[in-house]
């Protein structure tokens, strides 16, 4: 009888088993490579929106020292407290402050659901301005509605009204963009509100709320051959308009020839030019403009920035157009966060608001644009602009949180 070894019969059992298990084990699958979820820190959005009111507050506190730069020097011509611009601007920014506040708090889409009453008191305050007892004249314009002891410039809603409703008007209507009822619509209501705009007359305003409107019926999917066709047609108006008072036309041909008058007609861009040259890189110091001082008109409204230029210098002049594209930069983020087609829309229209008056108004200032009594945001004197401004600002801050919530 053989007799088998111990050793041999634990070996022959341990590879019988090793095949068992490599037999029943199942088939390895391929290595799959774990993708890293990326989650957005909740403080995020929290620093895009300190960014946001960090950049309006600096552009407010610019504003009001060159306000109490240039204003203390206008309201002593006047005979009124050097004192008295400055205080009315910061009464408008505190009230600015917390309309901004409250309005970032709102969901954005509220206004979209009241633009119908939005519209409505729009139009009433455009029309009330031509009624006597309520219209305001000042500078040969009648701009302005008197309610309540309170002077408001209509102008100024008109254009964060038509913005929200050319947004909610093509987010509600994305299956019917080719539609001639969705384009017809904005064009009718920005005709209507620019004939009000133009008896004032205010032919700046009606030039940027027309501008805004297409870049939002743009974004918004419409046509672009139409748009093509409407762009046309509205820069043929606007210069039969402006060829068809004295004073505009005087203004153009000082913009095409501006050494022609330097005296009359291009008195103003001249003496701009001459306070931008005279602050050099680093400025001439804060308060120390010479061109205030009776040589440039509107030093504290729609000429500030030469004040800035000439206070600050090259530095200055740049900084405060980096804060206005770091406001649109931030403001078109927000819009790309927002997964709603009004909120994006909206916070673009806005962001570009800002940024296109912005360069439109230093374009005037530099004299590569006709003047155009535009002001600069945030910035200009004007309580009207820098209430509805900040407002703005209240509703790309709820858009901006409402993109991130989601």
């Not at 008191?121 to 002891?149: D, E, K, Q």
């Not at 987010?171 to 019917?176: G, I, M, N």
């Not at 004939?195 to 205010?202: E, T």
């Not at 108006?237 to 009359?264: E, K």
Request: include cysteine.
């Amino acid at each position: 009888m053989t007799t088998i070894d111990p050793s041999y019969r634990r070996s022959f059992h341990r590879t019988l088993a090793n095949a068992l298990r490599e037999t029943l084990r199942p088939p390895k699958q391929p290595a799959v490579r774990k993708r890293r979820m990326v989650v957005a820190s909740p403080n995020t959005g929290l620093r895009s929106q300190y960014w946001i009111i960090g950049i309006v507050l600096a552009l407010n506190v610019i504003g009001l020292a060159m306000i109490l730069s240039a204003g203390s020097v206008v309201a002593t011509y006047e005979g009124q407290n050097t004192w008295f611009y400055f205080q009315r601007q910061g009464i408008w920014f505190l009230l600015g402050l917390f309309a901004m506040l409250i309005i970032s708090k709102i969901d954005y889409r509220r206004w979209g659901h009241q633009i119908k009453f939005l519209l409505g008191a729009t139009f009433f305050l455009l029309f009330l301005v031509h009624v006597p007892g309520f219209g305001v004249n000042a500078n040969g314009a009648t701009r302005w509605v008197s309610l309540f002891g309170i002077t408001f410039q209509p102008s100024e809603l008109l254009k964060l009204t038509i913005l929200i409703y050319t947004a909610k008007l093509l987010a509600d209507r994305q299956s019917e963009l080719s539609e001639p009822r969705t384009f017809n619509a904005p064009v009718i209501i920005f005709v209507a509100a620019a004939l009000l705009v133009m008896k004032q007359p205010d032919l700046g305003t009606v030039i940027i709320v027309g501008a805004l409107m297409v870049i939002v019926m743009f974004l918004g999917g419409l046509p672009v051959l139409r748009l093509a066709g409407l762009v046309t047609v509205g820069a043929a108006i606007t210069l039969a308009v402006s060829m068809s008072a004295d004073y505009r036309r005087a203004r153009l041909l000082s913009f095409l020839h501006p050494d022609s008058d330097p005296l009359n007609t291009g008195y103003q861009t001249f003496q701009s030019l001459v306070g931008i040259a005279s602050g050099g890189w680093m400025g001439v110091g804060p308060g120390a403009s010479r061109a205030k001082w009776g040589f440039l008109p509107y030093a504290h409204t729609d000429f500030i920035y030469t004040v800035i230029a000439e206070e600050m210098g090259f530095v200055g002049a740049v900084t405060v157009l980096m804060l206005f594209i770091g406001l649109a930069v931030f403001g078109i983020r927000a819009a790309l966060k927002c997964d709603d087609k009004f909120g994006s829309l909206l916070a673009v229209g806005i962001s570009m608001w800002f940024l296109l008056q912005a360069f439109i108004n230093v374009g005037t200032v530099i004299g590569v644009l006709p003047v155009t009594g535009i002001p600069l945001p945030f910035v200009s004197f004007g309580g009207t602009s820098l209430l509805v401004g900040m407002a703005a600002v209240g509703i790309i801050l709820n858009i901006d949180r409402q993109g991130h919530n989601e």
